[in-house]
């Protein structure tokens, strides 16, 4: 059976719920060997927590020059690992991140690559959604190990309990790909929600929210949701640009979006097109957003959002 | 400095796009230069004019540099409209179809021979959304690369440059030495719009219209021979259905809580 390499994911210590996600796919295709990239001391403790799966082999490679050398050191790694073990597949989140280090890891190895996949079969065709959710497309990588990313909240984990034999490996970075080094992260602020790229559920505010989040964070907190925001609303200052939501901010497709005050400009849309439902609670009722709305509420977001923020917490305590 | 801001030329991000035969069918809608490239553009601008300049009497250099059919040659059009002082097109047959791969090769084939301390990306095409091009520029260059800048700051002297980015992670401040490839966000700056002297002077700078073969590469490596990867088949999905829409007379917040759990999201 051929083996389909998984860079784990992780944050905080913890492997995240995307890394099941991408095992779930792997296993489908050939045997799982999940790659766990870490900071010294700390590979044991992550490997340690995969054990559901189906991951047949763990490798935990440790380098300090992962944290300070992000995208290069990580390519090199997977880079060096994917032409000596010729893996039929690697498999990747559909992060910022992720994606760049699978380009750089195409060049590496000289191989095809696809981004933002939705769905990945056996025989590894990725199907991806394109042109602002309008066309389906299925492709293969024709030449050299099939580098595929996935868009978080794609598929449901099928999990089975594993027990994966456990490698430590001396690989190391080459000094080429330290070349741009990281002088100091100040690290986000994360207030306890769920991260945006993994969430859900997802209540964004806009321009409409005039500054005030807080109908629409509560609303998220009643649904467990990861809050996000339009560029107006960064723009503004009123909101993270990391929590943005669109075009140059984060693309998502979670099971739920709401969109509170928000019009719907492309750009905004192109962030968000693919969630299986959509919400929109906007004030005009010509706004372009209902056009993709699956539920549109024409209303005045601080009525309706403590309204129905209401109404969850009425539905769980009953 | 001697800076290279790569664009794209892009289909109008507001026109409906469909595929003909595996690939964008790019006949059918009008092409503008990628809105993401043009903050590339005003950042090179900003990165020379706080060091003396380019153009006559300037000590720096901006070239744009573009892969795409030769209409593309508007696009570039535009930037040197904007300030840039030169543009190398690459333009041959044997491009159609070329997937990211393909594209960096062609980019870095062009940077490599032109003694460039930066290049400077948008960080996205409206068309192909990969955001790994300028990863992959760098990647085949071998040089540093500093993706998703929010600011930059750039030492002509020191030959280095350091950017801060705002990610998941957080603020993160990534710093190198020349040369080196950036990639900009929106947020770093407002582009300027083109004068009216700038256009007029953009039509007498020099552009040069490149075939594959100039920039020692053969059809076998790009296009469609040279993709890695194959669309197979691609169809349109079908539209949304209608949803619900409600006034808000009172009640709607309890009808979108009814909605969610019929739904089975709550
Ligand atoms: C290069 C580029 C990149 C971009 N990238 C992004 C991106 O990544 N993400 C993004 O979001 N945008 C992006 N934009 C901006 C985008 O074009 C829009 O300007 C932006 O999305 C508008 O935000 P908005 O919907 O919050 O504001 P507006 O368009 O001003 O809409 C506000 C809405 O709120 C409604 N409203 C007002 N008050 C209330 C109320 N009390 N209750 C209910 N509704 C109310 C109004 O009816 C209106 O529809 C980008 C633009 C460019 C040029
Ligand atoms: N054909 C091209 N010609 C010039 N620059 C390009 C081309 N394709 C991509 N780029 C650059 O790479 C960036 C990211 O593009 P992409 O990886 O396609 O999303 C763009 O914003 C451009 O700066």
Redesign the pocket.
Known sequence: MSEVFVLVQFADGKVSSTTLELVTYGARAGSVTALVLATPGTGAALASQLTTGPITKVVIVESADFSTFGVSATADVLGQMVLSQNPSALLISSSAFGKEVA?CVAVITDSGIITDAVDLASDLQATQIVFGGSTTVHSRVSHGCSIITLRPNSVTPELSPSTPSVEISQIVVNESAKLAQTLSIEPAVKGGRPDLTAANAIVSGGRGTGGDFSPVEEFADVLGAAVGASRAATDAGWYPHSLQVGQTGKTVSPQLYVACGISGAIQHRAGMQTSKTIVVINKDPEAPIFDIADFGVVGDLFAVLPQASQGVRARKSS | MKIA?????VPDSWAEKTMAGGVLDRAGVDAVL?D??EY?VEEALRIVEAHGGNGEGGAHSIAI????PER?TDAARKALSMGADSAVI?SDLALAG?D?LA??K??AAVIASGGFDLV???????????????A??AQRLGWASLTFAGATDVNPDEKSVTITRDTEVGLEKITAKFPAVI?VVEKINEPRYPSFKGIMAAKKKPMQLRDLASVGLSASDVGSDGAWSAVEDAYARPLRSVGIKVVDEGNAGNELVNFLVERKLI
Do not use: H, Y
């Not at chain 2, 801001?5 to 030329?9: N, T």
């Not at chain 2, 540099?65 to 795409?68: Q, R």
């Not at chain 2, 400077?120 to 300028?134: F, I, K, N």
């Open positions: 380009g | 801001v790569c664009v794209k030329q990628n993401l490239d590339a540099v573009s892969m795409g593309a690459v070329s990211a594209t960096s062609v980019l400077l990306c948008g960080t996205e095409s409206t068309d192909a959304r990969m955001s790994v091009v300028p992959m520029i990639s």
